[in-house]
């Protein structure tokens, strides 16, 4: 069964999921907002599930239910959308990810085998082969791309790609018997060097150098295992581990805990660039997502995907 990110993310969207941080470690820490876009009596976002942010701070998503890809100016006002229902250049069946790199922007589809590329203007570029629908994407600084990747049922794998997608080298992700792994995996690229992976349905955290070799992994959440139920006489998780990952400007890892940490999906917890613990923080709303831009303001979503909310993080009392 290959269970892709927007499945999931409609499957576990009811669970609570609000979180954790402390930034520094040593002291207090305030979100401010400076920032919404969307909301439950708005039509600017449907269903966000990836959201990337470029250089000149316009802020790009993917929005899986009206399958596009929308973008919006530093202050939120929307600028232009491009994609729509279908199987052609430029269009999607369910937009899932978007990632915002240098002159680019890429976007893939949760069904698709490829990814596709567009300017920062979403003018439509050119497709990219994927060997497998993807079930995530980032680009590391050197401007390849890793990508997890499900080639068949039975092989999941991680690739690393050429910026054109050349295949430049693969590592098997998991054994063929977790047909879950893969298409909840979620990325967040070192900015030294290498990239980070999160696992949906387990409790796992993993550094991995810039040729896909592992350099640490954790089990952020004591190592709790997902509690299954049966669908259809298929054992499927009923909960979550990791939600999502995000990397800071320093370097410092952010994880997204699901429903299996102490809060359900509410604590966020901070690693430094070597594996050590930094501290936790809360949000004050459940997200599924977590992003830092440039100046190190947090993307959060809201109100089940619909609103999307930017913070900035201020030491306080």
């Not at 567009?118 to 629908?133: I, S």
């Not at 992976?197 to 409790?203: A, I, K, Q």
């Not at 939600?243 to 604590?267: C, E, K, M, S, T």
Request: with cysteine.
């Amino acid at each position: 069964m290959n269970i892709n990110r927007v499945f999931q993310f409609l499957l576990f969207g009811m669970l609570a999921v609000t979180a954790a941080a402390i930034d520094p470690p040593t002291g207090q820490v305030k979100l401010v907002e400076d920032l919404s876009i969307g909301g439950p009596d708005k039509d600017e976002l449907f269903l966000w599930t990836g959201i990337s942010v470029d250089r000149d701070g316009n802020i790009f998503f993917a929005d899986a239910l009206d399958c596009t890809v929308k973008k919006f100016s530093p202050d939120g006002r929307f600028l232009k959308k491009t994609g729509g229902k279908g199987k052609g250049p430029g269009e999607f069946e369910k937009t899932v990810g978007v990632v915002a790199a240098g002159e680019k922007v890429f976007a893939w589809d949760v069904y698709a085998r490829t990814v596709q590329v567009f300017d920062r203007e979403l003018v439509y570029q050119r497709t990219l082969p994927a060997a497998g629908t993807v079930g995530a994407l980032d680009v590391l600084p050197d401007g390849r791309l890793v990508a997890a990747v499900r080639e068949s049922t039975a092989i999941p794998s991680l690739l690393i790609l050429s910026p054109t997608g050349v295949k430049l080298n693969r590592v098997i992700l998991a054994a063929s018997a977790d047909p879950f792994l893969v298409d909840s995996v979620c990325l967040a690229t070192d900015p030294s060097d290498g990239f980070y992976l999160g696992f949906l349905f387990s409790d796992r955290v993993e550094k991995r150098n810039g040729r896909g070799e592992p350099i640490w992994s954790k089990t952020p959440f004591g190592g709790r295992k997902a509690s299954q139920e049966s669908v259809a006489g298929l054992k499927v998780p009923s909960e979550t581990c990791v939600q999502d990952l995000a990397v800071d400007q320093r370097g410092r890892l952010y994880v997204l805990g699901g429903g299996i940490a102490a809060h359900p999906g509410r604590d966020v917890l901070i690693f430094n660039p070597d594996g050590t613990a930094a501290g936790t923080f809360l949000l004050p709303e459940p997200s599924h997502s977590l992003y830092f831009d440039r100046q190190n303001r947090l993307y959060v979503s809201a109100d089940n995907g619909v609103t999307m909310k930017r913070y900035r993080l201020v030491s306080g009392d």
